[in-house]
């Protein structure tokens, strides 16, 4: 079985800028959420979509957003880039199978590394 | 507010040189605690979910343990291959697919 997908892998982009970065979650899976993670702040939670919705959003700026399409396919975009915004950014799927643990354990896709220059 | 600390942030052992590695958790109603695994570069690995006090799973050289307070991830004679970064999650019981909140991991270099 496939595992999550993240493309691009890397990305170099300017201030001001703004970016879409796409995520394909593990066949199956409705569950897609997305982290940065830096070496400051370590992991930190983005947003969670499920079923084309928005189930859950952390505590980010409106300059990052996301969606997710009928096929669970998930993309994010950050507008207006700022240096801080430099970190790899993490998609991860939960599966749906049923059960009172069946959507909380996340497996990770690759990232992708953005650098804002 | 959910918080995770994990201890050491860095370790350093022999191959052969058997450790554990802490992870100290507070929320209000624990859905599970997960550890990860993380090479430079890629994303986290997931490794276990432990879902009550007093629960252990094991893989290969790792061993996972939970207490109401924490867990810890023991290390059976490493190899230079255990080298990476482990990462200690919890879930949140009151909400749906909860995000999980992680520690800042802990970094293992086993040298041969």
């Known amino acids: 079985k496939a595992g999550v997908t993240q493309t691009p892998r890397y990305l170099i982009k300017t201030r001001g800028q703004q970016v879409t970065l796409s995520c394909s979650p593990i066949s199956g899976h409705r569950s897609v959420s997305w982290y940065q993670q830096t070496p400051g702040q370590g992991l930190q939670f983005l947003f969670e979509y499920f079923s084309e919705t928005q189930r859950n959003k952390g505590n980010f700026p409106g300059r990052f957003s996301g969606r997710q399409f009928s096929n669970s396919r998930s993309e994010m975009n950050v507008s207006t880039l700022e240096l801080g915004d430099s970190a790899l950014y993490l998609c991860a799927s939960s599966s749906p199978s049923g059960g009172a643990h069946y959507d909380i354990e996340q497996f990770f896709g690759p990232g992708t590394r953005l650098t804002v220059l | 507010e959910d918080q995770v600390t994990q201890s050491p942030e860095a370790l350093r052992l022999q191959e052969g040189e058997s450790s554990s590695l802490n992870c100290s958790y507070t929320?209000?109603?624990?859905?599970?605690l997960f550890w990860y695994r993380q090479d430079p570069g890629k994303g986290p690995e997931f490794l276990f979910t432990l879902y009550s006090a007093g629960e252990e799973k094991e893989k290969e050289r790792l061993k996972a343990t939970l207490t109401k307070k924490e867990s810890f991830l023991h290390i059976t004679a490493p190899k230079p291959e255990d080298s990476a970064t482990y990462l200690c999650a919890v879930g949140h019981q009151n909400s749906g697919n909860t995000p999980l909140v992680f520690g800042k991991g802990t970094r293992l270099s086993v040298i041969a």
């Open positions: 929320v209000s109603g624990l859905r599970g």
